[in-house]
């Protein structure tokens, strides 16, 4: 017969696998996302192929996380810090996993641009600024899961803002570049992909640090419709 | 002690004097019990500190806490059980219902037809199904055959029994399961129509399957009566309890609502405890 402390035990070393798988999910992904920004950046082949193995591994580090977070539920009842831990890894899993996903997509279209010789990235400069920041927005909310503070990522929403800003920039310059007939059409619809992962990397960041307030303090930050909060900045002159 | 947690909902209730504030995160406006500044000694051994802890009518509040915490000693000071334990002293008051249970002029019997008190053991008395629940009933009122018959049947129905025993009204109340005991027990508090339904343990002697309908019953009678829990198994105060109250060495440390207490508890030693850290 197991006894209460036994069991606790066996919780205590569940949740520090867990905590250990964690944290090294958060930096492959991490580190997919940099990988893959650096290599379209430069149009770095070889290195894009490597983010295809970084995918592969971080997808199966989230399906074993997946079910060690229903093994420990199922086997220990869980109850507060102990339940927000895992149901916060649970969620946050998936945000991971598709920022691992976007990342190989860059990939991708890194592979595509390098067989087109199309002109590196620097063309569109505020791509990397959106790159940069988004990048930046991974790794914060990331550090926070990872030292497990609430008060670094309860503005995170804001700065996702700024992102979503550039997202609609990019978007429109190109637009215009298309127009002009300065990129292909091919070249720019690629473009737009590259615009609208990064944006969405942003979003799943932001819904790490969400979680990692919620699994830190036990508050559910209030969910401001992106809308919402864009009532605060004045419109662009030029495309209102 | 505290972790950061919004406090604007909570209201830190302290004894003017020494007692340790109890973080109480609700303030219950329509409560059915009680406790002010309770404390309860066992012979020189101060068992109660000033406890103070309001309990809500018609919902179920769980008390928790390790073995030792005082939990049993607050749920029998609401129908003054404690009375029958010598060199017991109870101090403050146990409002029930408006008034004071330890005021001059309570009768603890009355008192106890409005409380019925569930044990950890069921402990049907040594006679046939029926008698079991027709005791209590003759105890209290004056009433005709066929009125007991029709308390003794709905008694049963309500404690969801009734299909199970109703062939077997004359068998001795031993003959049945333990799970039906207990449900037997529950009965039989029921037909005097009490307010208040106090269980302390009432699962841990059943298996599984008899917890679970006790527990399902826990739903059912909230309706009609308020209901406090004394409980060692923390998975069945989550389930059945709409509060929670934890105590730890005599003293009242947290009350929230159950599903709070559990999620996102404001005491560092009601965090420990639930996830048995420590008890």
Known sequence: ??????????????????????????????????????????????????????????????????????????????????LRGITTSLKITTDLDRIGRYAKD???????????????????????????????????????????DAESVRQIAEDDDVVDRLHDEVFAEIVRLMSNRTMEIETGARYIL?????????????NVGMRVVYMVTGDWLPRVRAADRAKHYPKDPENP | ???????????????????????????????????????IWYS??????????????????????????????????????????????????????????????????????KIGLIFQKPNPFPKNVYENIAF???????????????????????????????????????????????????????AVEPDILLMDEPCSALDPVATAKIEDLIFELKKDMTIVIVTHNMQQAARVADYTAFMYLGRLVEFDRTRDLFERPHEELTENYITGRFG
Request: a neutral charge; hydrophobic letters at 40%.
């Open chain 1, 194 to 206: 590259v615009n609208r992962y990064l944006e969405r990397i942003a979003d799943h960041a932001v």
């Open chain 2, 136 to 190: 209590g009933v003759k105890l209290h009122y004056q009433a005709t055959k066929e009125e007991i018959d029709g308390v003794v049947t709905s008694a049963l129905q309500q404690a969801n029994l009734w299909d199970e025993v109703s062939g077997r009204m004359d068998e001795s109340a031993l003959s049945l399961s333990g799970g039906q005991q207990q449900r037997l027990c529950i009965a039989r508090a029921l």
């Open chain 1, 106 to 148: 860059l990939g991708e279209i890194t592979l595509q641009f390098r067989g087109r010789n199309v002109a590196p990235a620097s063309e569109i400069v505020k791509i990397r600024e959106m790159a940069n920041r988004t990048i930046d927005m991974v790794d914060k909310a990331i550090d926070a899961f990872v030292k497990r």
């Open chain 1, 1 to 82: 017969m197991t006894t209460k402390t036994d069991q606790r035990k066996a919780l205590a070393k569940g949740l520090a696998k867990l905590n250990e798988n964690m944290l090294t999910l958060a930096e492959l992904s991490e580190l997919a996302i940099r990988k893959a920004v650096d290599c379209f950046i430069r149009l770095d082949d070889q290195g894009a192929r490597e983010i295809f193995t970084l995918d592969q591994e971080i997808y199966a580090l989230q399906l074993e996380i997946e079910r060690s977070c229903v093994d420990l539920i199922a086997l220990h009842a869980p109850v507060a810090r102990d």
């Open chain 2, 44 to 113: 020189k051994k101060q068992a109660i500190h000033k406890v103070n802890l309001k309990i809500p009518r018609h919902q179920v509040t769980a008390i928790i806490g390790p073995s030792g915490c005082g939990k049993s000693t607050v749920l029998r000071s609401i129908n003054r059980m404690n009375d029958l334990i010598p060199y017991c002293r109870t101090q403050g008051q146990m409002i029930v219902d408006g008034e004071d249970a330890y005021g001059p002029n309570v009768d603890p019997v009355l008192l106890r037809r």
């Open chain 2, 1 to 39: 002690m505290a972790k950061s947690k919004p406090a604007e909902s909570a209201v830190i209730v302290s004894a003017e004097s020494e007692a340790t504030p109890a973080y109480v995160a609700v303030d219950i406006q329509d409560a059915l019990i009680e406790a002010r500044d309770l404390s």
